[in-house]
């Protein structure tokens, strides 16, 4: 069994920075890529950025520059930094564990985290 948790939510003002974390325990099997998604209320859950497990990345127009994900060298651990944050990017943010071939799969989730932007 895989399990997610995730860290590092909160409220902050339009064009501030948060970094969101994720711990990922379990055995992945091939599930070895990692993405971020985010779920505005009211919306459905949108992919925001994944990394496959040898760190070729892909980010969603809506965040590319201003988002970044990584992983540890050991597939333990993904982050998402998000810098100058955005009211339209206030959601529950979610980690995932699952495979990326010519699409990102998605397999296993973590419980999300909230993030607030506004002012």
């Known amino acids: 069994q895989v399990q997610l948790v995730e860290s590092g939510g909160g409220w902050v003002q339009p064009g501030e920075s948060l970094k969101l974390s994720c711990s990922i325990s379990g055995n992945r099997g091939r599930d070895t890529a990692s993405a971020w998604y985010r779920q505005a209320p009211g919306k459905e859950r949108d992919l925001v950025a994944a990394i496959t497990g040898v760190g070729s990345t892909r980010h969603e127009p809506a965040v590319k520059g201003r988002f970044t994900i990584s992983k540890d060298d050991g597939g333990n651990a993904v982050f998402l930094w998000m810098n100058d944050l955005k009211p339209a990017d206030t959601g529950m943010y979610y980690c995932?564990?699952?495979?990326?071939?010519?699409?990102?799969?998605?397999?296993?989730w973590g419980r999300g985290v909230q993030v607030t932007v506004s002012s």
């Open positions: 995932n564990a699952g495979q990326y071939k010519i699409f990102y799969e998605p397999a296993y």
